[in-house]
């Protein structure tokens, strides 16, 4: 029996990014293991909503913002693992505390830093290289989470392929395949969508390239006379007035919808009501909105760069996101080509079957066993 730590400051009310990965982590954790001891050092605001499971406790601490949070991660988390006795401890997000008692694990979700260094505020960017690159020194084991990421992770830092671990995330349970009911259609209209619709899902910022799915959709609109409108769920990230003065000089304002941030039992009622969901990414570390929607039953565009091709297979239409003609053409397609959505649809809904995240929480435990024995 061994007794692990988990760094879970990064959950909040809202569930996206890293603390989405952390939250369905360590609720897999709890469906499979009853026999390891967890630590979870939280915020107190926030529930993780596991009260039946003996073997997890809790330090809950209060967090006044982003630099607190670090401030916390790098004096009191080193202190609660020496005082707790903890085996073993586990960031997953991206950054240990540069002092660090016991064998650890980290998780690395991308290399945006590397790729997209201009993507990212100027203090916030030196903070995470020096915190990065100091992390995969002193882990004992990284987690990657896609193929694609490991790769840059051993080209950027020059780190043995053996050290790291890959372990695909997963579509969270509530995502799966139903009919459009009355209630997806009055959540529809609380955002004023009652046409049908394209969807993206995803924060909005450059890398995410929604100037280039923007320009696609306005060609299509102009050349095709669709009747879909274009709805984006996300909340603003960094610099992303450029799409909206992209936006300004096209005649589609009245048929984009930005939803800005949704409560995460709304998701599967956009996946599902949507015709078409795209990703046009140029850079992910994994992709989830890809799984989300195929687990919906609803057909997939990703762009064929970094980990989604990884995480698609052959279940999607992959296009060069750089290509705005490309893009207009494979929408399109999906929407006019009955046997091709069928078919997309069908593949999408075997192709999310091979991932879970209880499967993400066994192969994380047989890493947390590795980092013991280094």
Request: charged letters at 25%; one cysteine or more; aromatic letters at 10%.
């Amino acid at each position: 029996m061994i007794s692990v730590g988990i760094n879970a400051l990064s959950l909040g009310k809202e569930l996206v990014g890293t603390g989405q990965y952390t939250y369905h982590l360590i609720r897999g954790l709890a469906k499979i293991d009853q026999t390891n001891n967890y630590l979870l050092i939280k915020n107190k605001a926030v529930d993780v909503g596991i009260n039946e499971n003996r073997n997890i406790q809790y330090v809950d601490l209060f967090l006044y913002g982003r630099f607190h949070r670090i401030l916390l991660e790098n004096t009191y988390l080193p202190y609660i693992i020496q005082q707790n006795r903890l085996d073993v401890f586990h960031s997953p997000i991206f950054t240990l505390p540069f002092y660090m008692p016991v064998p650890c694990v980290v998780t690395i979700h991308d290399l945006v830093i590397d790729k997209f260094p201009e993507t990212i505020d100027f203090k916030r960017r030196l903070y995470l290289w020096a915190a990065i690159r100091h992390s995969i020194a002193k882990a004992d084991r990284i987690i990657a989470v896609s193929e694609c990421t490991k790769r840059d992770i051993v080209k950027r830092f020059n780190v043995s392929e053996t050290k790291i671990d890959v372990i695909h995330e997963a579509a969270a349970p509530g995502f799966c395949q139903y009919k459009t009911s009355d209630s997806t259609l009055r959540i529809c209209r609380q955002y004023r969508i009652d046409k049908p619709y394209i969807l993206y899902v995803g924060t909005i910022e450059p890398r995410k390239n929604l100037t280039a799915l923007i320009r696609a959709y306005a060609r299509l609109k102009t050349s095709a006379a669709i009747k879909h409108e274009l709805v984006i769920v996300g909340k603003k990230s960094w610099y992303y007035g450029k799409l909206f003065r992209e936006l300004s000089r096209e005649s589609i304002q009245d048929d984009v919808i930005f939803t800005g941030y949704l409560p995460r039992l709304y998701l599967p009622h956009f996946y599902n009501a949507a015709d078409l969901f795209i990703l046009p990414s140029l850079y992910e570390g994994f992709g989830l909105p890809i799984l989300e929607a195929m687990a919906c039953g609803t057909p997939v565009i990703a762009s064929n760069v970094s980990a989604l091709p990884e995480v698609a297979g052959d279940a999607a239409i992959l296009i060069d996101p750089y290509d705005v003609e490309a893009i207009a053409e494979a929408m399109y397609r999906v929407l006019t080509d009955g046997d091709l959505r069928a078919e997309l649809v069908k593949r999408g809904l075997e192709r999310v079957k091979q991932f879970s995240w209880e499967r993400c929480a066994r192969e994380t435990l047989r890493v947390y066993e590795k980092a013991l024995s280094c």
